[in-house]
Protein backbone atom coordinates (compact mmCIF):
# COMPACT_ATOMS: atom_id res chain seq x y z
CA UNK A 1 0.00 0.00 0.00
CA UNK A 2 1.74 3.31 -1.21
CA UNK A 3 -1.31 5.66 -0.53
CA UNK A 4 -1.15 6.21 3.05
CA UNK A 5 -3.53 9.62 2.24
CA UNK A 6 -3.75 12.57 4.82
CA UNK A 7 -5.92 14.54 6.88
CA UNK A 8 -5.60 17.63 6.47
CA UNK A 9 -6.72 20.75 8.48
CA UNK A 10 -7.30 24.70 7.79
CA UNK A 11 -7.94 27.21 10.31
CA UNK A 12 -9.98 30.54 8.69
CA UNK A 13 -11.13 33.18 11.07
CA UNK A 14 -12.82 31.13 14.26
CA UNK A 15 -13.94 27.77 11.82
CA UNK A 16 -11.34 24.45 11.82
CA UNK A 17 -12.28 22.62 8.42
CA UNK A 18 -10.38 19.24 8.56
CA UNK A 19 -10.07 16.68 5.55
CA UNK A 20 -10.10 13.41 4.96
CA UNK A 21 -8.23 13.36 1.72
CA UNK A 22 -7.89 9.82 0.12
CA UNK A 23 -10.65 9.75 -2.17
CA UNK A 24 -9.49 6.89 -4.35
CA UNK A 25 -9.59 4.77 -1.33
CA UNK A 26 -13.39 6.25 -0.35
CA UNK A 27 -10.91 8.18 2.40
CA UNK A 28 -10.29 4.45 4.11
CA UNK A 29 -7.95 5.49 7.12
CA UNK A 30 -4.57 4.26 7.26
CA UNK A 31 -2.11 4.48 10.64
CA UNK A 32 -0.81 7.47 9.37
CA UNK A 33 -4.36 9.26 8.88
CA UNK A 34 -5.24 8.22 12.10
CA UNK A 35 -2.01 9.83 13.68
CA UNK A 36 -2.83 12.72 11.71
CA UNK A 37 -6.09 12.96 13.06
CA UNK A 38 -4.93 12.54 16.51
CA UNK A 39 -2.22 15.70 15.78
CA UNK A 40 -4.90 17.88 14.65
CA UNK A 41 -7.25 17.15 17.42
CA UNK A 42 -4.80 18.24 19.97
CA UNK A 43 -4.16 21.26 18.34
CA UNK A 44 -7.73 21.80 18.56
CA UNK A 45 -7.83 21.13 22.03
CA UNK A 46 -5.54 23.86 22.50
CA UNK A 47 -6.89 26.99 19.98
CA UNK A 48 -9.72 28.43 22.17
CA UNK A 49 -9.89 30.78 18.78
CA UNK A 50 -11.87 27.81 17.23
CA UNK A 51 -15.55 28.51 17.87
CA UNK A 52 -16.40 24.94 15.59
CA UNK A 53 -14.62 22.25 13.90
CA UNK A 54 -15.91 21.12 10.34
CA UNK A 55 -15.03 17.09 9.28
CA UNK A 56 -15.30 15.99 5.56
CA UNK A 57 -14.62 13.27 3.17
CA UNK A 58 -13.05 14.56 -0.15
CA UNK A 59 -14.06 13.43 -3.12
CA UNK A 60 -18.20 13.86 -2.55
CA UNK A 61 -18.12 9.47 -2.57
CA UNK A 62 -17.25 9.14 1.37
CA UNK A 63 -17.28 10.64 4.56
CA UNK A 64 -14.51 7.48 5.76
CA UNK A 65 -15.17 4.11 4.48
CA UNK A 66 -13.40 2.65 7.47
CA UNK A 67 -10.11 1.51 8.45
CA UNK A 68 -8.06 0.23 5.48
CA UNK A 69 -8.01 -3.26 5.85
CA UNK A 70 -5.03 -4.39 4.22
CA UNK A 71 -2.93 -2.86 7.39
CA UNK A 72 -4.75 -5.49 9.22
CA UNK A 73 -2.83 -8.17 7.49
CA UNK A 74 0.17 -7.73 9.98
CA UNK A 75 -1.71 -8.64 13.19
CA UNK A 76 -1.22 -12.44 14.34
CA UNK A 77 -2.77 -12.32 17.53
CA UNK A 78 -5.79 -11.01 20.06
CA UNK A 79 -3.48 -8.33 21.71
CA UNK A 80 -2.76 -6.78 18.09
CA UNK A 81 -6.49 -6.18 18.58
CA UNK A 82 -6.69 -4.68 21.88
CA UNK A 83 -3.55 -2.52 21.01
CA UNK A 84 -5.65 -1.28 17.61
CA UNK A 85 -9.13 -0.89 19.38
CA UNK A 86 -7.10 0.88 22.47
CA UNK A 87 -5.47 3.47 19.49
CA UNK A 88 -8.85 4.20 17.88
CA UNK A 89 -10.91 4.53 21.13
CA UNK A 90 -8.09 7.55 22.34
CA UNK A 91 -8.44 9.16 18.93
CA UNK A 92 -12.30 9.23 19.51
CA UNK A 93 -11.88 10.04 22.93
CA UNK A 94 -10.05 13.71 21.89
CA UNK A 95 -12.45 14.31 19.20
CA UNK A 96 -15.44 14.06 22.14
CA UNK A 97 -13.50 15.84 23.91
CA UNK A 98 -12.81 18.60 21.54
CA UNK A 99 -14.37 22.35 23.51
CA UNK A 100 -16.31 23.07 20.55
CA UNK A 101 -18.88 21.89 18.84
CA UNK A 102 -18.54 19.71 15.75
CA UNK A 103 -20.41 18.92 12.76
CA UNK A 104 -19.60 15.67 10.13
CA UNK A 105 -20.72 16.34 6.80
CA UNK A 106 -20.94 13.10 4.99
CA UNK A 107 -21.71 12.42 1.28
CA UNK A 108 -21.67 8.94 0.73
CA UNK A 109 -20.38 5.99 2.84
CA UNK A 110 -20.19 6.42 5.98
CA UNK A 111 -18.83 3.16 7.85
CA UNK A 112 -16.80 1.28 10.16
CA UNK A 113 -14.34 3.76 11.97
CA UNK A 114 -16.24 6.39 9.77
CA UNK A 115 -19.34 6.07 11.67
CA UNK A 116 -17.24 6.20 14.87
CA UNK A 117 -15.58 9.72 13.81
CA UNK A 118 -19.18 10.99 12.69
CA UNK A 119 -21.42 9.68 15.89
CA UNK A 120 -18.32 11.26 17.76
CA UNK A 121 -18.65 15.02 16.47
CA UNK A 122 -21.58 16.81 17.39
CA UNK A 123 -23.77 17.36 14.47
CA UNK A 124 -24.31 15.74 11.10
CA UNK A 125 -25.27 16.68 8.17
CA UNK A 126 -25.82 14.16 4.70
CA UNK A 127 -26.60 13.83 1.19
CA UNK A 128 -29.82 12.12 0.93
CA UNK A 129 -27.62 9.32 -1.04
CA UNK A 130 -25.37 8.86 2.24
CA UNK A 131 -25.27 5.14 4.14
CA UNK A 132 -24.39 4.47 7.84
CA UNK A 133 -22.80 1.30 8.93
CA UNK A 134 -20.81 -1.06 10.35
CA UNK A 135 -20.65 -4.44 8.43
CA UNK A 136 -17.95 -5.89 10.16
CA UNK A 137 -20.02 -9.52 10.59
CA UNK A 138 -19.77 -9.48 6.73
CA UNK A 139 -16.76 -8.08 5.44
CA UNK A 140 -13.90 -8.80 8.89
CA UNK A 141 -14.97 -10.38 11.74
CA UNK A 142 -13.50 -8.29 14.38
CA UNK A 143 -15.41 -6.36 16.58
CA UNK A 144 -16.00 -2.63 18.45
CA UNK A 145 -14.32 -1.05 21.57
CA UNK A 146 -17.48 -0.88 23.90
CA UNK A 147 -17.25 2.97 24.00
CA UNK A 148 -17.63 3.24 20.71
CA UNK A 149 -20.36 1.16 20.79
CA UNK A 150 -21.94 3.25 23.77
CA UNK A 151 -21.78 5.95 21.36
CA UNK A 152 -23.58 3.99 18.88
CA UNK A 153 -26.21 2.98 21.02
CA UNK A 154 -26.54 6.84 22.41
CA UNK A 155 -26.63 8.57 18.87
CA UNK A 156 -28.65 5.50 16.84
CA UNK A 157 -30.69 3.71 19.59
CA UNK A 158 -29.85 -0.24 20.48
CA UNK A 159 -32.08 -2.21 18.39
CA UNK A 160 -30.94 0.20 15.50
CA UNK A 161 -27.42 -0.74 16.51
CA UNK A 162 -28.12 -4.28 16.53
CA UNK A 163 -29.04 -4.14 13.09
CA UNK A 164 -25.66 -2.53 11.98
CA UNK A 165 -23.26 -4.92 14.05
CA UNK A 166 -25.23 -8.32 14.19
CA UNK A 167 -27.07 -8.22 10.11
CA UNK A 168 -24.20 -5.89 8.74
CA UNK A 169 -27.15 -3.41 7.75
CA UNK A 170 -26.61 -0.44 6.05
CA UNK A 171 -28.99 2.54 7.13
CA UNK A 172 -30.14 5.35 4.55
CA UNK A 173 -29.98 8.99 5.26
CA UNK A 174 -33.83 9.10 5.18
CA UNK A 175 -33.12 6.46 8.82
CA UNK A 176 -30.24 8.68 10.37
CA UNK A 177 -32.52 11.84 10.10
CA UNK A 178 -36.01 10.30 11.04
CA UNK A 179 -33.77 8.45 14.05
CA UNK A 180 -32.55 11.91 14.94
CA UNK A 181 -28.43 10.71 14.14
CA UNK A 182 -28.80 13.80 11.40
CA UNK A 183 -29.24 17.19 12.56
CA UNK A 184 -30.40 17.96 8.62
CA UNK A 185 -30.40 15.85 5.30
CA UNK A 186 -29.23 18.34 1.87
CA UNK A 187 -29.07 18.01 -1.49
CA UNK A 188 -25.64 18.51 -2.99
CA UNK A 189 -26.23 21.41 -4.34
CA UNK A 190 -27.30 23.04 -0.81
CA UNK A 191 -24.80 21.09 1.44
CA UNK A 192 -22.23 23.37 1.61
CA UNK A 193 -25.17 26.66 2.27
CA UNK A 194 -26.55 24.57 4.94
CA UNK A 195 -22.95 23.87 6.55
CA UNK A 196 -22.16 27.33 6.63
CA UNK A 197 -25.61 28.37 8.69
CA UNK A 198 -25.19 25.68 10.76
CA UNK A 199 -21.82 26.94 11.77
CA UNK A 200 -22.67 30.53 12.10
CA UNK A 201 -25.48 29.50 14.82
CA UNK A 202 -23.09 27.67 16.52
CA UNK A 203 -20.53 30.06 16.44
CA UNK A 204 -22.72 32.86 18.02
CA UNK A 205 -23.80 30.81 21.27
CA UNK A 206 -21.76 30.54 24.64
CA UNK A 207 -18.43 29.13 24.13
CA UNK A 208 -18.52 28.05 27.83
CA UNK A 209 -21.92 25.94 28.17
CA UNK A 210 -21.28 24.76 24.56
CA UNK A 211 -18.45 22.85 26.24
CA UNK A 212 -19.34 21.91 29.69
CA UNK A 213 -22.76 20.69 27.75
CA UNK A 214 -20.67 18.57 25.54
CA UNK A 215 -18.58 17.37 28.72
CA UNK A 216 -21.71 16.73 30.45
CA UNK A 217 -23.55 14.28 27.30
CA UNK A 218 -19.82 12.54 27.17
CA UNK A 219 -19.67 11.30 30.10
CA UNK A 220 -23.43 10.25 30.39
CA UNK A 221 -22.88 8.12 27.18
CA UNK A 222 -19.85 6.14 28.27
CA UNK A 223 -20.06 6.26 32.37
CA UNK A 224 -19.75 2.65 33.97
CA UNK A 225 -18.87 0.74 31.22
CA UNK A 226 -17.92 -2.76 31.52
CA UNK A 227 -14.46 -4.06 30.92
CA UNK A 228 -14.33 -5.64 27.30
CA UNK A 229 -10.94 -6.24 26.30
CA UNK A 230 -11.15 -10.10 26.63
CA UNK A 231 -14.29 -9.58 24.25
CA UNK A 232 -12.14 -7.43 21.48
CA UNK A 233 -9.21 -10.34 22.10
CA UNK A 234 -11.71 -13.00 21.46
CA UNK A 235 -12.79 -11.49 18.08
CA UNK A 236 -9.38 -10.29 16.56
CA UNK A 237 -7.68 -13.56 17.80
CA UNK A 238 -10.25 -16.28 15.92
CA UNK A 239 -9.45 -18.08 12.87
CA UNK A 240 -12.24 -15.96 11.09
CA UNK A 241 -10.68 -12.38 11.64
CA UNK A 242 -7.63 -13.53 10.18
CA UNK A 243 -9.94 -15.46 7.26
CA UNK A 244 -11.76 -12.05 6.89
CA UNK A 245 -8.46 -10.25 6.04
CA UNK A 246 -7.29 -13.28 3.73
CA UNK A 247 -10.31 -12.74 2.06
CA UNK A 248 -10.89 -9.35 1.58
CA UNK A 249 -6.77 -8.94 0.36
CA UNK A 250 -7.73 -12.00 -2.14
CA UNK A 251 -11.18 -10.36 -3.33
CA UNK A 252 -12.92 -13.28 -2.37
CA UNK A 253 -16.16 -14.13 -0.10
CA UNK A 254 -14.74 -15.32 3.20
CA UNK A 255 -15.67 -18.33 4.61
CA UNK A 256 -16.61 -18.32 8.43
CA UNK A 257 -15.78 -21.28 10.42
CA UNK A 258 -16.97 -19.34 13.78
CA UNK A 259 -13.28 -20.52 15.55
Not at 22 to 45: D, F, H, V
Not at 105 to 126: H, N, P, S
Not at 185 to 191: F, I, K, N, P, Y
Amino acid sequence: MTDQGQVRLQIEADVASVLFDRPQARNAMTWAMYEQLAAINRQLSADRSVRVAVFRGAGGQAFVAGTDIEQFAAFKTGEDGVAYERQIEAGIELMCKLPMPTVAVVEGWCVGGGLAIATACDFRLATPGAKFGVPIAKTLGNCLAIANVARLRAALGHQRVKRMLLLAEFIGADEALACGFLHAMEASETLDNATHALVQRLAALAPVTQRVSKATLERLATHDLAESEDLIRTAYGSDDFHEGVAAFVAKRPPVWSGQ
